[in-house]
């Protein structure tokens, strides 16, 4: 899954965006209002951190702005501002979750997750279809009653995706805007060799090719 998180605090920023690319997210990086407003509106990210004393322009603009243009994608207000009334303001700007400084990475790992979860309809917090459960805190995936197997990061990203649009037609430019970042190289050939890699490890059946089209993920137990 990809993110995007504008902060324009750089040690906050380096510490976080290293701790979100270990929890298996592919991180994009904005320290200002203006850069942060466009490319939220223009990359299809699965969630934003969004900090709300940026230069340039205010994370409450920013946000306001993204819903008015119909902008749905799930965003985490993050404040060192206490007063009750900015959470609100927050909430009525369209955040859909609020964290106030400091706090620890794992709780911000877990509301991410919790996010993208409900945005793909899951009430659970774990992805697992009839046969495959995939563990997001080891990076694993187990296949039924078979040992668990270590994933690259890319491959769990993959996945976690694939799992979560189960039986939707992914194109491979759909898969590298949400497995990749915005500085990585995006040969859509790289996309091959990895879902070759993934139906070795979980079965061929598992992931469908549609010529032409892309990829299905489709569990023919579930």
């Known amino acids: 899954m990809r993110?995007?998180?504008i902060e324009d605090d750089a040690e906050?920023?380096?510490?976080?965006?290293?701790?979100?690319?270990?929890?298996?997210?592919?991180?994009?990086?904005?320290?200002?209002?203006?850069?942060?407003?466009f490319l939220g509106g223009s990359e299809p990210y699965d969630a934003?951190?969004?900090?709300?004393?940026?230069?340039?322009?205010?994370g409450l603009?920013?946000?306001?702005?993204?819903?008015?243009?119909?902008?749905?994608?799930?965003?985490?207000v993050l404040t060192a501002r206490d007063a009750w009334y900015e959470r609100v303001d927050g909430f009525k700007a369209g955040a859909d979750d609020y964290?106030?400084?400091p706090f620890h990475i794992e709780e911000l790992i877990a509301r991410i997750r919790a996010l993208i979860y409900r945005q793909h309809g899951k009430m659970s917090h774990s992805i697992e279809t009839g046969t495959l459960r995939l563990d997001e805190d080891t990076q694993q995936v187990k296949v039924a009653d078979d040992?668990?197997?270590?994933?690259?990061?890319?491959?769990?990203?993959?996945?976690?995706?694939?799992?979560?649009?189960?039986?939707?037609?992914l194109s491979k430019t759909n898969l590298s805007d949400h497995v990749y970042d915005q500085d990585s190289e995006r040969d859509s050939n790289l996309i091959e060799v990895y879902v070759r890699?993934?139906?070795?490890?979980?079965?061929?059946?598992?992931i469908l090719t549609k010529r032409g089209q892309g990829y299905v993920f489709n569990d023919p137990t579930t």
Do not use: C
């Open 12 to 37: 906050l920023t380096n510490y976080l965006r290293a701790d979100l690319v270990k929890a298996g997210f592919a991180v994009d990086v904005a320290d200002n209002g203006i850069d942060g407003e």
């Open 3 to 5: 993110l995007l998180l």
């Open 147 to 169: 040992e668990s197997q270590q994933l690259t990061g890319t491959e769990f990203r993959l996945l976690r995706y694939m799992m979560l649009n189960t039986g939707k037609i």
């Open 197 to 206: 890699r993934l139906r070795e490890k979980i079965g061929h059946h598992m």
């Open 99 to 101: 964290l106030g400084k």
């Open 61 to 76: 603009e920013i946000l306001a702005a993204w819903r008015k243009q119909k902008n749905r994608v799930p965003v985490i």
């Open 48 to 58: 934003i951190v969004l900090d709300l004393g940026l230069p340039q322009k205010s």
